[in-house]
């Protein structure tokens, strides 16, 4: 679940993809990039760690150009090494820079296919060098049919058999030199992406352009969001400015719960729908749930304690809703990551107790009533209901504002085998007996959807989103997913060697 932006049409691109970066650095905390485009070629600064250890003051002024890509990287293929940091560059036809966040369920056998048929020699294990050989094979057939040079039509032309072949998710940005920014959406729309623009004097049309992630990677730079890619959408910004758009292959919404739930920033809208809001309704939902199951459970929490961060704004709004005092006694170091987004099991158990301190004086002897934003492996929540206990807490409730993980997610979230879900083949009792609770209570899956579309008050859209790994209901072929869960296992066994 990486962090990708592009921008075309301002004179400080690379300094304004570092920016955004930084916002969107919650997506992905593994290695971060930029690459620019100016006349004089392509420049590229990337490595592993964070952002703000990336880059600097001086290497940025390197980046030259009116152009830029930028990746912040959450693994889920390849074994960290930095060759599989993102951008991507390839030098023909034209040049070619890409990012990419999703993931490509099929990438091994594409891969292959490449190797046997097209004679192309893959330099990394990064499924985003397959989209970038399937592209640059598009653009040369396409260049070969057309007239010289390049236009839309052309990288229309060469992205249909891209959409034939490919199976998974993927929100791609992607520099071609001398002729613009292209970005492009899976067919289901499973990944955000979100464009932007603003006054610039630099192209003739007097705009610049950004595509990102989320809303907040334009908001920092001053853009005012256009709108959404569509699912199956490609949109096409040449150097004079002008916006070509057309939807190659949209087959039905399905846009990843978890995005609302989880990974997005609070302050982002997330396919026009406000993640804040979201996650409002998640707590206001779970709340109404919770007074039958408290009341045929005899449950009386003393107070409601949120898991920082994300379940933060629907631990208040479920505060309200129960009039339950809201108190926030696991104090987060914010230096640690995102325990979730970290590739092993041994990291997670060791970051957690760097990151949340409990306060004992104000839990000793009550009933807590905690709230997460999900329950995924479990062991952060295992983890965190002892901590409280250990800190005096009478009895421990825990709450989700996700209904239980019980499928491998093959979409670009971080868990293909279902084996190491928490939930996988256990009903509540036997997870509230896993984890130590006194009770373990998870929001309904149509809470979940009506928390999601009720977020936009002037929205009449009836949609589902991609919610597979609650229902293993995926919206396209996963059959290579096994063999992606196996090389998964393989390539965390290799990090954690060399860690």
Known sequence: MCGVIGLIG???AAHEAFLSLVTLQHRGQDAAGIMSYSPAGFHQVKNLGLVESVFTKDNIQHLKGEMAVGHNRYSTVGTGDISDVQPLVMNYPFGIGMVHNGNIVNHGSLGEQLRSQSRRHLLTQSDTEVLLNLFAEGLTSSSSVHKPGLDFEQICYALQPLYSAVNGSFSVVTLIAGHGLVAFRDSNGLRPLVWGKKKSDVLPSGEAHMVASESVA???NGYEVVRSLKPGE???IDLEGNVHSRVIRAKEKRHCMFEWVYFASPESDIDDKPVYRTRFNLGKSLALQLKGEFKDRNIKPDMVVPVPESSRIAAIALSEELEIPYRELLIKNRYIKRTFILDTQDKRRRAVKLKLSPVPSELAGKKVLLIDDSIVRGTTSKKIIELVREAGAKEVYFVSTCP???HPCFYGV?????KELVANEKNEKEIESHLGADAVIH???QGLVQSILNSQESSEENWT?????????????VSEGQGFSEKRKKDRKVQQSEG
């Open 218 to 220: 334009l908001n920092i």
């Open 234 to 236: 490609v949109l096409f």
């Open 443 to 445: 929001q309904k899956p």
């Open 10 to 12: 301002t004179q400080n």
């Open 465 to 477: 989103p991609c919610m597979a790994c609650l229902d293993g209901k995926y919206p396209s072929d």
């Open 414 to 418: 971080d868990f293909p085998d279902r």
């Open 404 to 406: 239980p993980v019980r």
